[in-house]
Every structure is written in C-alpha cells, then in structure tokens.
C-alpha cells in the first residue's frame, strides 16, 4: 500500500487542475449546477466531514469537490479495491481519495488496513480540513436512503477523542438531486444542511463505542434523511413511485405559484410528493393501492407503447410537427458539422462504460471519460489543424466552430430524440393506441389534486 499520510497537505498543481476541471464539470457537462444554503458550509480551516446520499458514482464527488469557492482541497473516502494496483493508487492518491475496505470486495487482510484509514482521516479532522464521505458505503440504485455503515461514526469519534474532545468537529449533511442521472448538460442541484455537533455521544463513546456509533449514526441519517426524497418505505413500490415523483412535481409546484422550471424547487417538493403518498397507505390504504395498480399499469402500457411519460397528453398537430421537420432539415448541416468534428471526444465516452453493468456507473465513465476526452482532443486538433494551414488564425478560429458546433449538435440530438417522439405519439394517437394510456394518466393526475 502507497504512503497515504498527509494526504490532504494543499497541493498547488491539483489546485491548478481543479480551476479548469471546475467550468468543464459545471458549465459543460451540466447545463446548471446549483447550491442551496451555501451559507451553511464551515469556513475553510474548521474541521468538519460531509455526508452525502450516493446516487451516481464518481459525479457526486465531482458536484461536492467542485461546489467549494474558497480553493479547499477535502479528503474523499471511496472503496479500498480501486486501490489494488500501484499505478492507480498514486493517481487516486493525487486526487486526494482515501480507501476503506470492504469485506465483501477483498479480504479479511484488507479489512485490516481500514485502521491506518480510520487515523489518517482522524488526522485530517484534527489539522482543520475537511473530509468527504458516504455514510451508505454504496451507492443506491434510486431515490432512497440507504442503512449507515460504522465506518464514518468511527473517524468522527477518533478525531474528537485525538483532541481530548475540544476539536469543535461538525458534520455537514448534503443532498445531491439530479434531474437525470445518465445523460450530460442536464441539471443538478446540492442542498447544504446545517452542520451539527455530536457531544452529547462523548460520554457514552468513553464507556461503549459501539452505543456512541450507533446515536451519531442516527442523528446523521436523519439529518440527511430530512433532506432527501427518500422512497425507502415503499421499496416495493419503488418504479411506481418513481415515476409519480416525476409526474407530479411540476403541477404541484405550479399550484404553489412556484416556478416549475426551477430546478432547486424539486427536491422539496418531492420530499412532500413522497410524504403524501406515505400518508396515504397509512390512512387511505384502498386509494393507495388503486394508485399503485393504476401507475403499474400505466408503466406497462408505456413500455408496449414504447412511449415516455411526458409525451402522453400534449396537444400535437401535423401542421406543428412539420413545421419543425422543416426547422430540423434547414439546420442539419450544422448538425452533421458539429457531429463530425465533436464524434470522437464525445462518444469515446460511451465506449469505455460498455460493459458496466451497474447503470448508475455509467454516468461517472461518461462525465469523466468526456473530460479526458475533450481536454486531449481539442489541443491535438488545433496542433493538426495549425501544421496543415500553416496558420495558427485559421486553427484557433476552426477550434472555437468545433467547440460552439457541439452545443448545436448535442441539442440538435436531444430535441430530435424528442421531435421523433412526437411523431412516433401522434401517429399512435391517430390509430387509437394511445386512449389507454391517456386514461390511465389523467387518473394518476387526479389523485394529485
């Protein structure tokens, strides 16, 4: 195992590294990031851990890592078997990640080495900085709230008990909403809690560890819990509810005269949506379960259909859907301009996670592999292009075509996705196929109201 001590010493080129990767991640990749409650993150040089809920892989610790704007450097903690191999040890050790080990990925020898973790963290905490960790110890596959492992209570404690309990340590909770998890230049928002203490666990971790661990746990996951749209009652019940989260947030929010486009607005309202929909199978258990079959056949109905939520309804004319075939033939040929200079960097991406299985993986294989990507190919393009013209002008002026041409083209290929849809729900519609459904949605909407 590589040395891992003063893991967190500010380091100046990763600083440096972090400036660029910072507009890449937050401006191209996502369309928005937002922070809410900003004003909540301890001032640089007080200790203190983030916990987060852990959705979608190395993004979370990207939107973490990159909401900071006072040039700090925190410690992340990530699984100890991406740790195997030297070579990538020490780029993870740049990247200021620390591992802890898992039982279920190695061994019990690896488990071992959680120790050295656990007091390199508690040192970190004791010299002011700040770590990042999920308490889940995984990433859930859905908007719940996963079971809090001892792993972050441990280090918490250690770092108090380093400082005779005068530390001052806060915890700082973080909700991590995505409008989507898998695609690119779509929204995000980070939801900064309160930070809060644990002293009142002191006296109890002196006598018995294992109680102290166990109360802040609890604590910890409440807070978070609190505020995170969390279906974890209903996991039976999990693609049902899902899909009326998405449903029902937008009107919801517009009877609240509350701006339905205003992403940071959802992550509250789901939290209602989900509460709602709890009360009701304790009070209302009948219209409960009519709700979930009439959702579960919907969902079935759009599969058959194979149809999305959000097409289903809209008011569609042939004279609209050809007006905008005509818009899309007029602007094809910047489409296949920005296709053919940006194909490379942009689907190289999708290559790597090929065979990943675990789906919330791939947005992290996308969003990282684009930065790679992008970073290499567009220097690489202006060297071929500026050797060839012998002009360095004509190269840097083709570089800024290329890299306003992919907004054109990502666009272009999303609201095609969408513009063939329509198509697809009109004919449908035309034929009748489409009432089912139809009935199906305005009776899931009405139990909104």
């Known amino acids: 195992m590589i040395d891992l001590t003063h893991i967190d010493d500010f380091s100046h080129s990763y600083n440096f590294f972090n400036l660029y990767l910072k507009q890449f991640h937050n401006w191209f990749y996502y369309k928005r990031v937002y922070v809410v409650g900003r004003k909540n993150i301890p001032e640089k040089g007080k200790p203190v851990i983030i916990i987060a809920n852990h959705q979608n892989g190395a993004n979370d610790a990207l939107n973490i890592l990159y909401m900071f704007n006072d040039h700090r450097q925190p410690v992340f903690i990530a699984r100890g078997d991406i740790f ?101 230049r779509t929204k995000v928002s980070l939801t900064v809690g309160e930070p809060f203490g644990f002293d009142e666990f002191f006296e109890t971790f002196k006598t018995d560890p294992n109680i102290a661990y166990q109360q802040l746990n609890a604590k ?17 019940y999990l693609k049902e509810i899902e899909l009326l989260r998405t449903m029902w947030v937008k009107p919801c929010l517009a009877k609240k005269g509350l701006n339905p486009n205003y992403f940071p607005y959802h992550r509250a309202e789901e939290i209602t949506i989900i509460d709602r929909i709890t009360k009701m199978k304790t009070e209302e258990p009948d219209r409960f379960e009519y709700l979930m079959l009439i959702t579960r056949q919907y969902i079935e109905e759009l599969e058959q259909l194979n149809l999305r939520d959000w097409v289903v309804g809209q008011e569609i004319s042939l004279s609209q859907l050809l007006g905008k075939t005509l818009i899309y033939l007029i ?87 969408k513009f063939s849809a329509r198509w697809r729900y009109y004919f449908k519609q035309l034929i009748g196929m489409t009432s089912v459904a139809e009935e199906y949605k305005s009776e899931i909407m009405k139990q909104c109201e």
Not at 105 to 130: C, E, H, P, Q, W
Not at 220 to 236: G, M, N, W, Y
Not at 376 to 404: C, D, H, T
């Open 84 to 184: 195997k191999k030297d070579a990538v040890a020490k780029i993870l050790r740049y990247l200021k990640i620390l591992p802890t080990f898992r039982t279920r990925d190695g061994g019990i020898n690896d488990v071992k080495y959680n120790m050295t973790s656990f007091d390199i963290a508690s040192d970190i905490l004791t010299r002011g900085n700040t770590l990042v960790i999920y308490p889940e110890a995984q990433h859930q596959q859905g908007h719940y709230l996963g079971t809090f492992k001892k792993g972050f209570p441990r280090i918490a404690f250690a770092a108090e008990e380093k400082a005779d309990f005068k530390l001052g340590l806060q915890i700082l909770p973080i909700n991590i909403h995505y409008l989507d998890y898998f695609n690119a």
């Open 220 to 236: 910890a996951r409440a807070q978070l819990k609190a505020l995170t749209p969390d279906i974890e009652l209903h996991q039976e």
């Open 331 to 417: 602007l094809l040929p910047l489409f296949l301009f920005g296709l053919i200079n940006n194909a490379i960097p942009f689907y190289f991406p999708a290559y790597l996670r090929r065979n990943i299985k675990d789906r919330h993986l791939h947005a992290s294989f996308h969003c990282v592999g684009s930065i790679v990507s992008f970073t290499l190919y567009y220097p690489i393009m202006f060297a071929i292009l500026w050797i060839v013209s012998k002009s360095v002008l004509f190269a840097l002026a083709y570089i800024v075509a290329m890299f306003a041409s992919f907004f054109i083209f990502f666009e272009y290929k999303r609201g095609w996705l």
